[in-house]
T-cell receptor, first 115, second 115 residues
């Protein structure tokens, strides 16, 4: 069945460092791809999404490009801040049109950014 | 607060007891989802409602689990004869009808501990 694999954490970076969190997926169709973020004590929040190949999702300085040839959706940010410390989840939905129902999540990557 | 609300936030129960959780979705969101998240894992889909109809159930939802959404608004998730393996965070999410923005909004979850 469909699945998502993301790099294991925790990841610890200094402020202003470059961030990459790798995510690859397995799907039989053409899924929509998402990154969710969970800040300490809060619920999951959608960070960005891409619904078709070569789409780039972006939000709050984070970016991820839907790469069908490598089945990847890596999350990047050029300069992280302490406030970016959180757990990041890569997810896919095999429902069409960017629907976020029935999401399949990766295990999550904990990011800690030190001042 | 107009977000997804879950009650209780924490529940400790003895093995064999029944527990019930409640989820109040965002007003006018007709889609409602339940997920389960165990420590170190991403959320796993359990079930999905569109209005009052339960349209999809994961094989993770054993016969000890039952979910309802009787009037198409709030939902309940009941676990009968709880087992230690049921200890997890139970997440509820809601989304609006299919359209340009079908973002799923998550509640903060109910953490269940079975002792």
């Amino acid at each position: 069945g469909d699945s998502v694999t993301q790099m294991e954490g925790p990841v610890t970076l200094s402020e202003e460092a470059f961030l990459t969190i790798n995510c690859t997926y397995t799907a039989t169709g053409y899924p929509s791809l998402f990154w969710y973020v969970q800040y300490p004590g809060e619920g999951l929040q959608l960070l960005l999404k891409a619904t078709k190949a070569d789409d780039k999702g972006s939000n709050k300085g984070f970016e991820a490009t839907y790469r069908k040839e490598t089945t990847s959706f890596h999350l990047e940010k050029g300069s992280v801040q302490v406030s970016d410390s959180a757990v990041y989840f890569c997810a896919l939905s095999d429902r069409g049109g960017g629907s976020q129902g029935n999401l399949i999540f990766g295990k999550g990557t904990k990011l800690s950014v030190k001042p | 607060d107009t977000g997804v609300s879950q009650d209780p936030r924490h529940k400790i129960t003895k093995r064999g007891q029944n527990v019930t959780f409640r989820c109040d979705p965002i007003s006018e969101h007709n889609r409602l989802y339940w997920y389960r998240q165990t420590l170190g894992q991403g959320p796993e889909f359990l079930t999905y409602f569109q209005n009052e109809a339960q349209l999809e159930k994961s094989r993770l939802l054993s016969d000890r689990f039952s979910a309802e959404r009787p009037k198409g608004s709030f939902s309940t998730l009941e676990i009968q004869r709880t087992e230690q393996g049921d200890s997890a965070m139970y997440l509820c999410a809601s989304s609006p009808p299919t359209g340009a923005n079908t973002e799923a909004f998550f509640g903060q979850g109910t953490r269940l501990t079975v002792v």
